[in-house]
Antibody, heavy 119, light 107 residues
Framework: QVELVQSGAEVKKPGASVTLSCKASGYTFTNYGVSWVRQAPGQRLEYVGWISGYNGKTDYARNFQGRVTMTTDTSTNTAYMELRSLSSDDTAVYYC????????????WGQGTLVTVSS | EIVMTQSPATLSVSPGERATLSCRASQSVSSNLAWYQHKPGQAPRLLIYGASTRATGIPARFSGSGSGTEFTLTISSLQSEDFAVYYCQQYDDWRGTFGQGAKVEIK
């Protein structure tokens, strides 16, 4: 069965960076992309970006360009997201999900990773 | 950016009753609309895509309808496991935007 397992909760100070992981199983990783979505407290879900599992092509939401980097390791079927220059506004639950290939949406989601940014 | 607005914010329903959730787009998204179910501490689950196509393994009591700017998710007979938060998402704009969520709670 398709499963995406995310890394554990993180606590970071303002200005720091965080790297989250998302390990996929139960499907051919290179046939799909991985998308990252976040939900800050009291806010709606927000697209962060997407990476192709096939060729590593990326797309980042405008709000995160220059501050986010997404990568994959096809040997371990794992996707990573690094977010830099953290502020309290980045406190949120971050979800990864299997994306595409027929439709630009997530059909299987990870369980989420809470990132708390606090001094 | 396409803004998605869900109503009502909270719906109180008794088990076995019908629940109807609405989602409105600020501009036409054709049939590029998905619905998700989310329970606390769990991964969200895709219910509907293409406005009306049930995802793999989704029970027939879940149905979606609509096109353009107005969409509806109907749960024909609520089961205990259906009490959750439901989100709509448009993917006509490739990056997609989500509604604010609608909570279905036990009456």
């Amino acid at each position: 069965q398709v499963e995406l397992v995310q890394s554990g909760a993180e606590v970071k100070k303002p200005g720091a960076s965080v790297t989250l992981s998302c390990k996929a199983s139960g499907y051919t990783f290179t046939n799909y992309g991985v998308s990252w979505v976040r939900q800050a407290p009291g806010q709606r879900l927000e697209y962060v970006g997407w990476i192709s599992g096939y060729n590593g092509k990326t797309d980042y939401a405008r709000n995160f360009q220059g501050r986010v980097t997404m990568t994959t390791d096809t040997s371990t079927n794992t996707a990573y997201m690094e977010l830099r220059s953290l502020s309290s506004d980045d406190t949120a639950v971050y979800y990864c999900g299997r994306w595409g290939p027929l439709y630009p949406l997530i059909d299987y989601w990870g369980q989420g990773t809470l990132v708390t940014v606090s001094s | 950016e396409i803004v998605m607005t869900q109503s009502p914010a909270t719906l109180s329903v008794s088990p076995g009753e019908r629940a109807t959730l609405s989602c409105r787009a600020s501009q036409s998204v054709s049939s590029n609309l998905a619905w998700y179910q989310h329970k606390p501490g769990q991964a969200p689950r895709l219910l509907i895509y293409g406005a009306s196509t049930r995802a793999t393994g989704i029970p027939a009591r879940f149905s979606g309808s609509g096109s353009g700017t107005e969409f509806t998710l109907t749960i024909s007979s609520l089961q205990s496991e259906d009490f959750a938060v439901y989100y709509c998402q448009q993917y006509d704009d490739w990056r997609g935007t989500f509604g604010q969520g609608a909570k279905v709670e036990i009456k």
